[in-house]
């Protein structure tokens, strides 16, 4: 009988079900057909942003209302965030507000573009979105607590939960420390150039924050050809790919998932789940394999 602890070991791969939020940078005017079918593979949760320099937010929204009204899924089998984009990080000839404007002014059209674009119908009053993040922190802390404060005041009704990403563990600290409505959602790169951001994870953990990563793919071209990442796909017959998202959810990480392939999304999918019955069925090897994988990332 496999141990209490390599039991829960196990479990966190679970925790991650479903798996993947599907990530809709990037996507450009494809951005419509690729959630509809992210959706139709399985993806139940989608990330975009009020930033037309990296996103599609209207054509985010487009593909969910003919999902729902298609019968694929309803609204409340869907988990939607969004983002507040700065001024810094947006493209200035193509903004969703005045970069003029008082930053409450800002906030509140960034907000009001986004509950707009990602209506679930037509009817008035007909939206929310799960999670909304600071893209980033501002340019000051009392900045990025005035903005917090402001995005609390949507919470619960058109906002349920607030996060936010590229952030330090400072930054977030002093947030928990002075907000109201405490950070649910943190989002940032998982690569080695933030030591895989051990100790701001372990916040997160603390405090029950979800820790997303993006780049996991991408900013990890050596960890991808590791030992137990190798031993993984090996072992559960999956793609690299594959074992090292299941290793990286394994570590209490929801992971976002930006292909732009049906044939990758189904794989991604599918493999997650092959990992976990493999898991499940060999505990004792899949958990050497994950603390050998932990201590790569931390």
């Not at 799960?130 to 009392?142: A, G, M, Q, R």
């Not at 349920?160 to 400072?170: A, E, F, Q, W, Y």
């Not at 050497?288 to 201590?295: H, L, Q, R, T």
Request: glycine fraction near 4%; charged fraction near 20%; proline fraction near 6%.
């Amino acid at each position: 009988m496999a141990s209490a602890s390599t039991n829960q070991n196990a479990s966190r791969l679970y925790d991650s079900n479903p798996a993947f939020i599907y990530g809709t940078a990037w996507k450009k005017d494809q951005t419509k057909r690729l959630v509809k079918e992210a959706l139709a593979q399985g993806f139940r949760r989608v990330d975009t942003a009020a930033q037309p320099r990296h996103y599609q937010e209207p054509l985010v929204g487009e593909a969910l209302r003919e999902a729902f009204s298609e019968g694929l899924l309803r609204r409340d089998q869907l988990y939607l965030q969004t983002k507040y984009t700065t001024p810094a990080g947006q493209d200035m000839t193509n903004m969703p507000y005045d970069p003029d404007a008082p930053l409450v002014t800002q906030i509140r059209t960034s907000v009001a573009s986004s509950l707009k674009n990602l209506r679930y119908d037509d009817s008035e009053n007909a939206s929310y979105v799960d999670c909304l993040l600071l893209h980033s922190p501002l340019p000051t802390i009392d900045q990025t607590l005035q903005a917090w404060k402001l995005l609390e005041s949507y919470v619960p009704d058109k906002i349920r939960s607030l996060g936010i990403s590229n952030v330090s563990l400072p930054i977030l600290q002093a947030i928990h420390e002075n907000a109201t409505i405490k950070p649910a959602v943190v989002q940032n790169r998982f690569y080695p150039q933030t030591r895989y951001d051990v100790p701001l994870r372990a916040f997160c953990r603390e405090h029950n924050i979800m820790y997303q990563s993006f780049w996991t793919l991408t900013g990890n071209p050596t960890l991808i050809r590791s030992e137990p990442v190798t031993a993984l796909a090996r072992t559960a017959d999956v793609g690299l790919p594959v074992a090292l998202y299941a290793l990286v959810m394994d570590q209490g990480v929801v992971v976002l998932n930006g292909t732009t392939s049906s044939d990758h999304m189904r794989a991604d999918l599918e493999g997650v789940d092959k990992v976990r019955d493999w898991a499940l069925s060999q505990p004792d090897k899949f958990k050497a394999v994950s603390e050998a994988f932990k201590s790569l990332v931390e």
